[in-house]
């Protein structure tokens, strides 16, 4: 009998404590330090971080795969070996004249600053606050 309580009391418990466990908030998004693709030096070379901007020009470039051009000469590279990962996405549609947000490690050839995306989780297309009227 004294075992027959205990497992109701623990039950009891557990009913209790359930919706207080289940009620709580996923865990929110780690800030990130986003640098502005105008602030990208050499410097950043081999650094991985994420990069913001606003994409003026989205090219495919035969047998190179995708350039994203910002307004400085910042680039953002998918390569073709990759553009089967954007299913069912059109990646000049999707980008062009977007704000995004793109993580990665900064690459430098012939000058260029750029950075390679082998993956979509990499960019992130960033909502622009709308003001509102008063």
């Known amino acids: 009998m004294r075992s027959r309580s205990t497992i109701a009391a623990a039950a ?10 289940l009620a709580q908030d ?48 910042f680039l953002v590279l998918i390569p073709e070996t990759h553009m089967h990962l954007w299913t069912g996405v059109d990646p000049i549609k999707r980008y062009k004249g977007r704000n995004l947000q793109i993580t990665g490690e900064v690459m430098e050839e012939n000058d260029q600053l750029f950075i390679g995306v082998t993956d979509p989780d990499q960019m992130k297309v960033i909502q622009r606050q709308r003001r509102r009227r008063r």
Request: net charge negative; no cysteine.
């Open 12 to 21: 009891a418990f557990a009913l209790l404590i359930a919706p207080m466990v």
């Open 26 to 73: 996923p865990p929110a998004e780690e800030a990130v330090e986003v640098v502005g693709v105008r602030d990208v030096t050499a410097d950043h070379v081999g650094d991985e971080i994420t990069v913001g901007g606003r994409v003026v020009d989205v090219k495919r470039i035969q047998a190179s795969g995708l350039h994203i051009s910002f307004m400085t000469s």
